[in-house]
Structures are given as C-alpha cells and as structure tokens.
C-alpha cells in the first residue's frame, strides 16, 4: 500500500519569504501522479499544482513549484515570495495510474506572518 | 470557474440516526468520490462512483454507508446508523475522465457532529 509521509507539522514565515515544505512517498508503482492541495481556514481543498511521475521536469504555477525526485520519493513545494494568503493547511497526495483514490500526507500547517 | 457543491456546510446529528450529505459535482465530471477528516488526522478515502456504481471503497466504507446518484446531478453520502466515531468533515470531490491522473476537484465540507 502507499504511504504519504509530511515531516512538518507547522511551518511560519515572514511574508515575502520563500517557504519549502516537504513530502515523501512510498510506492512500488512506476506511473503515479503527484498533488499539493491547500486547505485555508475556509476548509475548500484547492489543488495548488500536480505532478505526473513520467515526467522529469518540475512542475510550475506561478508562485509555486516542486522538486520532484523519483528515485528519493520526494515532492516537495516550494512557495515563492509568500503572501498572507498563503495561510493554510497543505496536503501532499498521490495517486497511482488508473487508480480511483488520492492517499493523503498529515498535512502541514504554514502560517505567513505579516 | 465551476465548483463542486456540498450541503449542508454543518449537520448535526443524534447517535443512531441516518444522515445523508448532499453534493454536486461539476457538472461535466464523471468521477465522483467522498472522502472524510477526522479532526486532527489525515484525510481518508471512502468510496470512488463511476457509471453508477461504486468502483472502489476503502474498509471505512462498511455497510452502514451508502452512495446514490439519485437525478444526474447529486451525489449523496448516507449513513444508516451514526455512530460517535463517525463525526468528521467529509469531502466530496468530482474529476473528469478526459487525460490520465486529472485531479480531483474537492467541495467545502460538510461537518457532521454525531452527538
């Protein structure tokens, strides 16, 4: 079964700042996809960007981005530039090719400050 | 942008009692899942529906709980008989079933407090 491990319960910054958080993953699957969903006070999950394991290159949307790394199963996010409403609970999950379900990390609590 | 709704956003509910939450997923999407939060703890898959029948479940999934896609737009969640341990913010989510590893768009919530 995979696992999906959030090392950092909470994280701060100062806003402007960038802020990395952390994902590993355990699978013996060879195609899978890879997700960062943010969760604000609001509750909405919001996917923030999605990475599909075949291929190498890093996904990027605007502000955010991932260092993916296969052969360490490792997603991490890397927030650019962080804004107040960056304020959130950020969930990593995965996702294995033709499967239904998303296995979801803890979950890291961030928190811009002003 | 089209969102995937969820009601109501807070049900409270005596132990013992059927409770059904209501979504509507966006509307061109042909996956439809629930997921729940227990407070504090990790989002937890139940059940995936597709084609009008469930295609996974997870062992959360046991007999009390069902899913209905009763008129083409909403999907509900019912739990036959609540339990305390089923108090938790449960999720539904919707993806479209064009390209491989589409994400899943996800609702607000509904909390539901088994009392």
């Known amino acids: 079964a995979q696992t999906v491990t959030q090392s950092q319960p909470e994280m701060s910054v100062q806003e402007a700042e960038t802020v990395t958080l952390s994902c590993t993953y355990d699978?013996?699957?060879?195609?899978?996809?890879l997700f960062w969903y943010k969760q604000p006070p609001s509750r909405q999950m919001i996917l923030v960007i999605r990475?599909?394991?075949?291929?190498?290159q890093n996904a990027t949307e605007n502000r955010f981005s991932v260092n993916f790394q296969k052969a360490a199963k490792s997603f991490s996010l890397k927030i650019s530039d962080s804004q107040l409403g960056d304020t959130a609970m950020y969930f990593c999950a995965f996702m294995k090719e033709g499967a239904q379900k998303l296995v979801f990390g803890q979950g890291t609590r961030l928190t811009i400050n002003p | 942008e089209p969102e995937v709704t969820q009601t109501p956003s807070h049900q409270v509910t005596q132990m013992g009692q059927e409770v059904i939450l209501r979504c509507v997923p966006i509307s061109n999407h042909l996956y439809f899942y629930w997921y729940r939060q227990i407070l504090g703890q990790k989002v937890e898959f139940l059940v995936s529906?597709?084609?009008?029948?469930?295609?996974?479940k997870s062992e959360i999934f046991d007999d009390q709980f069902s899913v209905e896609r009763p008129d083409g737009s909403n999907f509900t969640l019912k739990i036959r008989s609540t339990k305390l341990e089923d108090s938790a913010m449960y999720f539904c989510a919707s993806r479209t079933d064009r390209g491989r590893g589409q994400p899943q768009h996800f609702g607000d919530g509904t909390r539901l407090s088994i009392l």
């Open positions: 699978t013996s699957e060879n195609n899978y996809y």
């Open positions: 990475q599909e394991a075949y291929k190498q």
């Open positions: 529906f597709y084609n009008n029948e469930i295609s996974e």
